[in-house]
């Protein structure tokens, strides 16, 4: 028996170090491959956004993904509604506010209102007690603050809900996906805001331009 050339004995050890033929009939396995990994969303916002998408009949996507951040973090995922919601209810308020139709205010307030008078002190007031007391708890200022809401001037904050002014005003929702309402007139916050503003304004009356 002949020798193998030196050139064909490594093609020789992989054939005898291959393994066994696959018996006649039995399925050959196709090599395992790893499976792909899940990429991460890389805004957790969006994330909550589909979440309160998923409770609409018929979502705003452009207007809530181009508005959702705001100061204290994305909309959705603090306050459980979108920005489209928010932005209703905020249109709602202003135009009441501007026309002077206390029917269509209290429309958007929610039963029963928290309200914290000049003096700090605290009331929850029923549909009859707003009712009553309407030209206090929504006096000029607070007509005057309704009148100029804006989106891009609201906060956020975490399972809280949603204000301007210091707090003077909070927006919560009721359901994911909802409508907010009002649920707390703050006028002690809002004059707090109203200092701030002025002291902010003698800061700037004060300052030497170039």
């Keep these: 028996m002949k020798s193998l050339p030196l050139a064909l004995l490594p093609v020789a050890l992989l054939l005898a170090c291959s393994p066994a033929e696959v018996a006649e009939g039995e399925p050959q396995q196709s090599p395992q491959l790893p499976e792909p990994e899940v990429a991460e969303s890389p ?4 994330n ?3 979440l309160v998408w998923s409770e609409q009949d018929a979502p705003d996507v452009e207007f809530d993904r181009k508005h959702d951040t705001v100061k204290g973090g994305a909309i959705s995922c603090a306050t459980g509604t979108s920005a489209s919601q928010f932005e209703a209810a905020i249109a709602a308020l202003r135009d009441a506010a501007r026309s002077g139709d206390k029917e269509r205010l209290l429309r958007e307030v929610g039963i029963p209102l928290l309200y914290i008078d000049a003096k700090g002190d605290r009331r929850e007031l029923t549909g009859d007690e707003i009712d009553t007391l309407f030209d206090e708890v ?4 607070m007509i005057a603050l309704l009148q100029n809401l804006d989106l891009s001037q609201m906060t956020v904050e975490k399972d809280q809900g949603a204000f301007f002014e210091l707090g003077s005003l909070w927006l919560v929702v009721d359901a994911t996906g909802g409508r907010p309402r009002v649920v ?27």
Excluded: H
């Design 43 to 46: 805004d957790p916002g969006q």
């Design 48 to 50: 909550c956004l589909l």
């Design 138 to 141: 929504f006096d000029a200022r």
């Design 184 to 210: 707390t007139v703050n006028r002690q916050a809002l004059g707090e805001a109203a200092e701030a503003a002025r002291r902010q304004a003698d800061k700037g009356r004060g300052q030497i331009l170039d």
